[in-house]
């Protein structure tokens, strides 16, 4: 159940971000609704996953690193930015970091 929350938390936060960009400053109603209305939607879940038991440093971590490759690609894809070489390996290494998280907490 907290993988569940914590997936929420991190879609609804890629959510916001992408809208971010897309609300041009706030000056776009739609999109700006969506980027408080997801930060807050993301906070909530995480806040849900910790509650239960999730550990915090593993959580952001995970939602660091899946929150950084999914922009990153929608960026690349659908907003027209480019990527790349060094933050394609920037981006490894922020999951390898989480794995390391993940592999040095399991006991």
Do not use: D
Request: aromatic share 8%; proline share 1%; net charge neutral.
């Amino acid at each position: 159940m907290t993988l569940v929350l914590l997936a929420l938390a991190i879609a609804c936060e890629v959510t916001a971000t992408v809208s971010l960009k897309i609300s041009e400053g706030f000056s776009k109603l739609v999109p700006s609704i969506i980027v408080v209305i997801g930060y807050a939607a993301a906070f909530f879940f995480l806040s849900q996953a910790l509650k239960r038991g999730m550990a915090i440093g593993v959580a952001y971590g995970i939602w660091s690193a899946v929150g950084v490759v999914a922009v990153a690609t929608i960026g690349a894809l659908f907003l027209n930015e480019s990527l790349t070489l060094v933050q394609v390996g920037g981006i490894g290494l922020v999951i390898v970091g989480v794995l390391a998280l993940e592999l040095g907490g399991a006991h």
